[in-house]
């Protein structure tokens, strides 16, 4: 079930690797879990992209990740170590370089506090002394392109996209290698999420960060992400590069969710959006999910009784562009990949 | 985009927003009640200081004496000086009051963070714990610890400060929870921030607007419970004066001698009464608005004389629009301008879309046409004209009878829009009733029932796309996906059969196969029922994929309008041109970019806004002519432009075809 990784990079040692990871909310055999046997590797310097809508349970591997949830089974390693069950207080040893940014730049800051005292929190923990303590606070704004007379200031002084450059400075100024982004640009506008973007890109190659980037929007996944997991109800739908799957979608729900992202081009969205309708896939909601078998099973035109029985394992194709494709969680994969949308309409 | 920021992260209790401190503030009569406690404490404290007479000193020859000279609040029954003694008695009669909140805090606050903090089970055992107290009658409790342990003040209301505890760990223990979702303190935690100073950094912060507001009022309780124990002779021993025991000695003359009741209850009614005011008027400044949002009245002004004439100058030849907004000016009451002199026009069975980043005005102006803006913001110009009557200048009467007939509105959160008390076939009959004169009188003049109703609801469920409208009817909006309740509030906005649709957002909350299901239906809509939809987004894909024009918006202005070929394929304004190039959708066949097109900057706040062009400081093609008043100028056939120096058309074929469009010049690139 492990996403093939991007390259060579198989014998060295993933910075975060999660397995069979399975998070519920509820108590077993009543509610489906949040979660379900969910794993993959992210590589140093890689990142990976974490796709899918709400209810998917992309959040919810982030949280379990940073220890905010604990979970049902599976496991969590960082650079090897296994941190699965390791509290928050014995994070403070353990997972030093593992770091979070959240979606939401409003509540993610203390507004009674300054930028200043809000960065140099981490360090306090991590016993940075005092006068290095500022020292890496300036040199954390300054990455994310804020003067350092920030640090004196108060969050309802920012903007939204300056927020979030601060909340990726608090990350930063930890000199993590491994950062968890929970939706980072979703609550941006256009040009601010631009900004924001770029400023990954950048850190990224700059530190050799691995990121987790969790989203529900595949361009933006595509522009910064070099594999991609799309989730579906808490299960791995299709997993693979970033170009197989958001190019060459081998999964009806990729397909599905592809196909109904607009682009702001009136001639092609037309065309995409006559594509999209005869694709023939359900309303959500139209139907429940069947209790067993495959979650798409009750939205996807293909779906068979053996949809409805029986779990699909996720294998790896044979139609990607390095001859081996995005590994896709479906009964009826050779016929999906025949779904996909006609060339022009992307 | 715009969700998360019109909801503030801690309404529970916040900063205020200009100093950003987690502080409360007071209004005139809480620092008037605030200064008369101070006053009190001082006064008790510093006593034998000042006090004019000995406490115990007895003047046999003015006993009960009303005030004078020499006693200014005159004397008891032995000749005691009232004042001296209402001085001397402050402290005991006012410090276990202050020790019982202190108690209670002690114990309650703790109490609630750790069981905010540990989760269900630790917080099931201290909310028993917490019942249990709650069920113990305070009072007999109180006389019981007297009867055991004897008349001790201060150990009599430490007692009475655990017994509060109890309602004070119930208040703390929700507050605590909400404020625990913030993702700042889950950010604290995975930074490994200990316990102890996540709960004293940031979630006690939180909370010290309701800390302020209890404590004064527990200390009221406990200054009134204090007095009462010391009237029915539980106070301190005789000879020592307490507002208690002065109130029950003037009681023993109330009818020979009335004036001795007045001082002392005074005082004791006034320092309660303090205590209330107080706490009600402890609050923390509201809302979150930016810096300079508020102060300058000169930005509304600036930019409306001319396009004005520029609009008037360029009217659409359209002789009969269903909307036809003319010069639209949207102000705070005495404040900036938030709209200023927007104009554009809507054909019968179009879709129009108002496209711009947050903070541009779409929403406002969207709002301002059915007059639904909120409190203190007002149309200050313009006019608004729907089918032959100008909207701007309805009174309230009028506009509430188009709302809903000719004019229905859906927005952005769904189950917002949606009471969560009554089932959807109750808040979908009672709009058809009213609105379709169905349970009054029938179409032949007898009186058709519910049925009726719940036959056109059905109907109109089925007309959104709802494959069971039976079921739905009888369901509550809990248990109804986003995108099925939107589809809810469409039936809703169509109960009255209107003409124009106002979308704001609709499809922002929802995932995006859904909100291409939802575009889809608003399409068949428009084809099917020659409904016209004014929809307000953000997203260029959802404005390409369901309007017919565009009018995108920029700091207040329309910037930029046309057929949303002409303005997505061939922009002329750098404004769009730029917001085009900012999104991450790369057409097949091209590589993905390294770094995106961005804007640098941000939208200027309203009170910020140049007389010039108001994109000239974020555009790299600003010029020094850009500081003067822009224009509106025709652009790409029937468009209009606001830029002295708009974008050059592109390549026809690029544009015939649609795709793929090139991307356009970066204007404003960063680096």
Known sequence: ?346 | MTAPSLTPPLNLAGGPPAAGRGRPRLRAGGALSAAWLVILLLASLTAPLWEPYPVDDQDSLHTLAGPSGSHWLGTDELGRDVLTRIAAGGWISVGPGLLAVVVAFGIGIPLALTAAEHGRWVERGSSRFAELLLALPSMIILLAFVGAVGVHMWAIMTVLGVLLSAPVYRIFLGQAQSVRTLLYVDAARVNGVSSLRVNLRHVLPAMATTIAVQAAQLFAIGVLIEAGLAFMGFGPKVPTPSWGGLIADASQNVYTDPWLMVPTGLVLALTVIAANVLADSVQTGTGRAGPGQAGLGQAGRAGRAPSAAAVTASAPPDPDPLLDVRDLTVAVAGGPGLVTGVSFSMRRGTVLGLVGESGCGKTMTARALPGLLPEGVQVAGGSVWFAGRDLAGLPEKELRAIRGRDIAMISQEPMVALDPVFSIGYQLTQPIRRFRGVGQHGVDGHRVGRAEARRIAAGLLAQVGITNPRRVLRSYPHQLSGGMAQRVCIALALTGSPRLLIADEPTTALDVTVQAEILSLLRSLVRDTGLSVLIVSHDLGVIADLCDDVAVMYAGQVVESGTVAAVLGQPSHPYTAALLGANPHVSEGLPVPGRLPSIPGTVPAPADWPAGCRFAGRCALATAACADPVPATRAHGGGRVRCIHPLSPWPEPNQADGLPVPRPVEPGVTS
């Open chain 1, 1 to 346: 079930m492990t996403v093939p990784t991007s390259s060579g990079t198989a014998a060295s040692v993933p910075a975060l690797s999660v397995s069979g990871l399975t998070v519920r909310y509820g108590r077993a055999g009543k509610v489906p879990p949040a979660v379900d046997g969910v794993s993959f590797d992210v590589a140093p310097g890689e990142t990976l992209g974490l796709v899918g809508e709400s209810g998917s349970g992309k959040s919810t591997i982030g949280k379990a990740i940073l220890g905010l949830q604990r979970p049902a089974a599976g496991r969590v390693l960082l650079h090897g170590a296994d941190i699965t069950r390791a509290s928050l207080r014995q994070r403070r040893v353990a997972a030093i370089d593992l770091r979070v940014v959240f979606q939401d730049p409003y509540s993610s800051l203390n507004p009674a506090q300054t930028i200043g005292q809000t960065l140099q929190e981490p360090l306090r923990v991590l016993r940075v002394p005092k006068d290095k303590r500022w020292r890496r606070v300036a040199d954390g704004l300054a990455a994310v392109g804020l003067p350092a007379d920030a640090a004196g200031r108060y969050p309802a002084q920012f903007s939204g996209g300056q927020r979030q450059r601060i909340a990726i400075a608090r990350a930063l100024v930890c000199e993590p290698q491994v950062i968890v982004l929970d939706e980072p640009v979703s609550s941006l506008d256009l040009s601010t999420q631009a900004q924001v973007l770029n400023l990954l890109a950048d850190l990224r190659g700059r530190h050799q960060l691995a990121l987790l980037f969790i989203a529900h929007d595949l361009s933006v996944v595509r522009f910064l992400a070099q594999r991609v997991v799309v989730l579906y109800r808490g299960q791995v739908m299709e997993a693979g590069l970033v170009e197989d799957v958001t190019q060459r979608p081998g999964h009806p729900y990729t397909i599905a969710l592809t196909a109904a992202a607009p682009v702001p081009q009136p001639a092609a969205q037309a065309r995409r959006r006559a594509a999209r309708e005869a694709l023939g896939i359900a309303a959500a909601g139209a139907a429940p999910p069947p209790a067993a078998g495959c979650p798409f099973a009750a939205r996807c035109p293909l779906a068979t009784d053996v949809c409805r029985a029986e779990r699909p394992p996720l294998v790896t194709g044979d139609d990607g562009a390095d001859g081996t494709g995005s590994a896709v969680a479906c009964h009826h994969s050779g016929q999906a990949r025949g779904l996909r949308l006609p060339a022009g309409a992307a």
